[in-house]
Each structure stands twice: as C-alpha cells, then as structure tokens.
T-cell receptor
Framework: EPEVTQTPSHQVTQMGQEVILRCVPI?????FYWYRQILGQKVEFLVS????????KSEIFDDQFSVERPDGSNFTLKIRSTKLEDSAMYFC?????????????FGPGTRLLVL | SQKIEQNSEALNIQEGKTATLTCNYT??????LQWYRQDPGRGPVFLLL?????KEKRKERLKVTFDTTLKQSLFHITASQPADSATYLC???????????FGTGTRLLVSP
C-alpha cells in the first residue's frame, strides 16, 4: 500500500542553524501538508501546498519557515534559523484530489531536537 | 475561540469490551470529522471520516457517530483487543479541504 515517507527520522541541530526536512508524498496525490507535534501536545497544522504554491498557513508558519516541491516527488520544509521551541515531531501528509482529497495520509515523522 | 475536547485521561477497558471515546467541539462548523490512531513516536493513521450530513459510519469493529446539534462525535471500538491500545485523535476539517484541526487525543489501554 502506498505511504508517505519522511527523512531523516531524527535530526539534532544547534540553535540558529538551518534544517531541511524531506517528505515523499503518495504518488498522484496533489495536496501536501506539514504539521508538527510538540511532545505531549496536540498535532498542529503548519501549512498546506497545492499547485506549487502555499494555499493556507497557520500563525506558527512565520518567515523562518518555507516549503518547496523541488521535483515531482519531494516536498520539503525548511526552517531557516532554528529556535529551541522548534523542537517537535514534524509530520508530512498528502491527500488525493476529487472527493477523496479530504483524507490526509501522514508520514512517520521527523523528530527535530534543537539544542 | 474554537475548541476541540477529548477526554484527557486514559481510558482503561478489558479485552472484548466496547470502548467509547468522545470528541466535543465548540465554535466550529466542520464539514468533516475524522478519527485517527496514533502510536507513540509515530504519525497519525487515518481510521474513519464522517461528513456533516451523515449520522453514523462503520468500518469493521469501528463505528463513528456525528451529532452536529450536540457538536459531538462518538468513536466506538467493539470487541476491543490489546492491539487497539493507542491514542485516538479527533480532527475537524472545514469546507476548504485544507487543514485538519486536531484534539489532544484520548489514550486507550485494553488489558487482556
């Protein structure tokens, strides 16, 4: 069964460093999302992406964050200058179009630790 | 402000019993309500989706009800098994097919 994959599974970085989290959505899906989950808290929406542009973003998704679909398969989240409070699990999700697009399928996550 | 509430305390039940989890929401008019399962350190796994004009949805041992008047959804697992032990998340979506808004989840523990 097709699934969303994410790399790396774990990332440790120093405060102020840039990180890029990578995702390969399910093939033929057209809607892509990033969510994050701080330890012990709920899953929070960051951004949605469709047709090579951001379609919605939350207040968490400030100028330090960016997303990109550099080719036909990858979807990336970049954090330009990481802060301690960016430490969280980051989940990529994708959904199909037309009728079933509201079902979002999540990847296993990248655990980001900012020191 | 919009709020989604799920029982924060863990639900402990015996194997074979029916588990019932509750999701209440306020100041929200979702077009869709979804239930996900999340295991520790893993991503949410989609279980069931119910639309605002549907009252009930079933899939194998799972059943979801959606009462837009009460602003509540109930999630049932019948004949529960220890393998059903996980955190179950309720999530709402508006008509724009964009973001999912999650509740904090309820941890279910099924003991043999």
């Amino acid at each position: 069964e097709p699934e969303v994959t994410q790399t790396p599974s774990h990332q440790v970085t120093q405060m102020g460093q840039e990180v890029i989290l990578r995702c390969v959505p399910i093939s033929n899906h057209l809607y892509f999302y990033w969510y994050r989950q701080i330890l012990g808290q709920k899953v929070e929406f960051l951004v949605s992406f469709y047709n090579n542009e951001i379609s919605e973003k939350s207040e968490i998704f400030d100028d330090q964050f960016s997303v990109e679909r550099p080719d036909g398969s990858n979807f990336t989240l970049k954090i330009r200058s990481t802060k301690l409070e960016d430490s969280a699990m980051y989940f990529c999700a994708s959904s199909a179009r037309q009728g079933w697009r509201e079902t979002q399928y999540f990847g296993p996550g990248t655990r980001l630790l900012v020191l | 402000s919009q709020k989604i509430e799920q029982n924060s305390e863990a639900l402990n039940i015996q194997e074979g019993k029916t588990a019932t989890l509750t999701c209440n929401y306020t100041n929200y008019s979702p077009a869709y309500l979804q239930w996900y399962r999340q295991d520790p350190g893993r991503g949410p796994v989609f279980l069931l989706l119910i639309r605002e004009n549907e009252k009930e949805k079933r899939k194998e041992r799972l059943k979801v009800t959606f009462d837009t008047t009460l602003k509540q959804s109930l999630f049932h697992i019948t004949a529960s098994q220890p393998a059903d032990s996980a955190t179950y998340l309720c999530a709402l979506m508006n008509t724009g097919f964009q973001k999912l808004v999650f509740g904090t989840g309820t941890r279910l523990l099924v003991s043999p």
